[in-house]
């Protein structure tokens, strides 16, 4: 397993559950990825019917199935919240859009139901959907407790260790788990980084109680464009600060500060939440979201390279959908029946080749 993000560590517990021999490789420490910059959303709220919302759905229930041998490993546990999800508009077009979204997961709910939900609330707020099965997670605790759960069942992990060339490991399977960084393999799809911005308050009490969006977010998270693109994000955390997100953008590795992207989210979030505008924010940080072209992850294996398998490109997602990535690979790697339809997954599509 190459890369102990978020990723690699749910392929190698899954495998290592298998009884599979996995060693995890990784250039950097721990969480030294995209995982250490992760809100820590799993969400179906933001996901269309289809294969990306049956990974969720699936997700979802692994989450949950795992959190108690989880919580064993990692002082704390992995603040694993069952909190919901509420996507808010302003607008009676943003309603319509609502309505379909909310599908047969979410509860549409009117202006009232909304500030009932979330008192503080700006007053202009027309109403919303909320998604009960939307959780929240500590991304860099659950990784490194996913890791200690494959350790004790006999997974290595060797970090500080950059692999430069696949065909220099000695395994029958290697897994490209390397996230915004799957593409230095010769990997089977275009995955390139999509920058995010993170603003952090200082810990409040809880007035925030759920995942609260605005219903823009939606559009960005389906979108491809390159140019930046902010949607409002706000969540608290169970130690105190509230999280506001959401940039995206794609500037490669671009590690500078964005003043326009960092003042968009602050705006944002006081619109959201007006008490948010007398507080202080402590400090902002980035991470590169693994972005691949059709917004599907990337999960199988390498129809060019025998041996070589991919699970990356999860883009804003990969917090969430980590255990159903790795139960797929562990289904695949050990011959068993895949949980799952890994077709649409398939590195194969970016080839033209059958899956
Ligand atoms: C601001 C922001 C907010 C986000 N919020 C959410 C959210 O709320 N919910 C959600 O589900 N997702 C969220 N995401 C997305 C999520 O963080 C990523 O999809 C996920 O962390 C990707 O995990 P990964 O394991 O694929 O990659 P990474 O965590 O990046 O792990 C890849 C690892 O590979 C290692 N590596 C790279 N090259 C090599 C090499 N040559 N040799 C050895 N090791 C190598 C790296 O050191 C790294 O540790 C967010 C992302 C950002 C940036």
Same mark, same amino acid.
């Given at each position: 397993?190459?890369?102990?993000?978020?990723?690699?560590?749910?392929?190698?517990?899954?495998?290592?559950?298998?009884?599979?021999?996995?060693?995890?490789?990784?250039?950097?420490?721990?969480?030294?990825?995209?995982?250490?910059?992760?809100?820590?959303?799993?969400?179906?709220?933001?996901?269309?019917?289809?294969?990306?919302?049956?990974?969720?759905?699936?997700?979802?229930?692994?989450?949950?199935?795992?959190?108690?041998?989880?919580?064993?490993?990692?002082?704390?546990?992995?603040?694993?919240?069952?909190?919901?999800?509420?996507?808010?508009?302003?607008?009676?077009?943003?309603?319509?859009?609502?309505?379909?979204?909310?599908?047969?997961?979410?509860?549409?709910?009117?202006?009232?139901?909304?500030?009932?939900?979330?008192?503080?609330?700006?007053?202009?707020?027309?109403?919303?959907?909320?998604?009960?099965?939307?959780?929240?997670?500590?991304? +860099?605790? $659950? !990784?490194?407790?996913?890791? %200690?759960?494959?350790? /004790?069942?006999?997974?290595?992990?060797? #970090?500080? *260790? @950059?692999?430069?060339?696949?065909?220099?490991?000695?395994?029958?399977?290697?897994?490209?788990?390397?996230? +915004?960084? $799957? !593409?230095?393999?010769?990997? %089977?799809?275009?995955? /390139?980084?999509?920058?995010?911005?993170? #603003?952090? *308050? @200082?810990?409040?009490?809880?007035?925030?109680?759920?995942?609260?969006?605005?219903?823009?977010?939606?559009?960005?998270? $389906?979108?491809?464009?390159?140019?930046?693109?902010?949607?409002?994000?706000?969540?608290?955390?169970?130690?105190?600060?509230?999280?506001?997100?959401?940039?995206?953008?794609?500037?490669?590795?671009?590690?500078?500060?964005?003043?326009?992207?960092?003042?968009?989210?602050?705006?944002?979030?006081?619109?959201?939440?007006?008490?948010?505008?007398?507080?202080?924010?402590?400090?902002?940080?980035?991470?590169?979201?693994?972005?691949?072209?059709?917004?599907?992850?990337?999960?199988?294996?390498?129809?060019?390279?025998?041996?070589?398998?991919?699970?990356?490109?999860?883009?804003?997602?990969?917090?969430?959908?980590?255990?159903?990535?790795?139960?797929?690979?562990?289904?695949?790697?050990?011959?068993?029946?895949?949980?799952?339809?890994?077709?649409?997954?398939?590195?194969?599509?970016?080839?033209?080749?059958?899956?």
């Amino acid at each position: 397993m190459i890369g102990a993000g978020i990723v690699g560590a749910a392929c190698a517990l899954a495998c290592a559950r298998r009884g599979l021999q996995v060693t995890v490789l990784d250039r950097g420490g721990l969480v030294a990825g995209t995982t250490g910059s992760g809100e820590g959303n799993i969400l179906v709220s933001d996901k269309a019917p289809g294969p990306e919302l049956d990974l969720a759905l699936r997700s979802t229930a692994l989450w949950q199935e795992w959190e108690g041998e989880l919580d064993r490993h990692v002082g704390g546990g992995i603040e694993l919240e069952r909190k919901g999800g509420l996507i808010v508009t302003r607008t009676p077009t943003g309603m319509k859009a609502l309505a379909t979204a909310a599908g047969d997961l979410g509860e549409l709910l009117d202006e009232r139901g909304v500030h009932e939900l979330e008192p503080e609330l700006a007053p202009d707020i027309l109403g919303g959907a909320f998604f009960p099965q939307d959780m929240q997670v500590q991304p +860099a605790r $659950a !990784a490194v407790a996913m890791l %200690a759960a494959a350790r /004790e069942l006999g997974a290595q992990l060797r #970090l500080h *260790t @950059e692999v430069h060339r696949v065909r220099d490991l000695e395994a029958d399977a290697v897994v490209n788990a390397t996230g +915004a960084w $799957a !593409a230095q393999f010769g990997t %089977a799809g275009p995955v /390139e980084p999509r920058r995010g911005f993170i #603003l952090v *308050t @200082e810990p409040l009490p809880v007035l925030i109680r759920h995942k609260v969006y605005s219903a823009e977010y939606l559009e960005n998270v $389906a979108s491809g464009d390159a140019e930046l693109q902010t949607s409002t994000v706000v969540e608290g955390t169970p130690g105190g600060p509230v999280l506001i997100g959401a940039t995206r953008e794609r500037v490669g590795f671009d590690r500078r500060p964005n003043a326009e992207a960092l003042r968009r989210l602050a705006t944002g979030a006081a619109a959201l939440f007006p008490f948010l505008a007398g507080v202080r924010i402590m400090r902002s940080y980035h991470g590169f979201r693994p972005y691949s072209p059709d917004h599907l992850p990337i999960i199988g294996p390498d129809p060019r390279i025998p041996g070589l398998w991919h699970a990356h490109g999860h883009e804003g997602a990969g917090i969430g959908l980590a255990p159903a990535t790795g139960e797929l690979i562990a289904d695949l790697l050990s011959g068993g029946r895949p949980t799952l339809d890994p077709a649409p997954f398939s590195p194969a599509r970016f080839l033209g080749v059958p899956a």
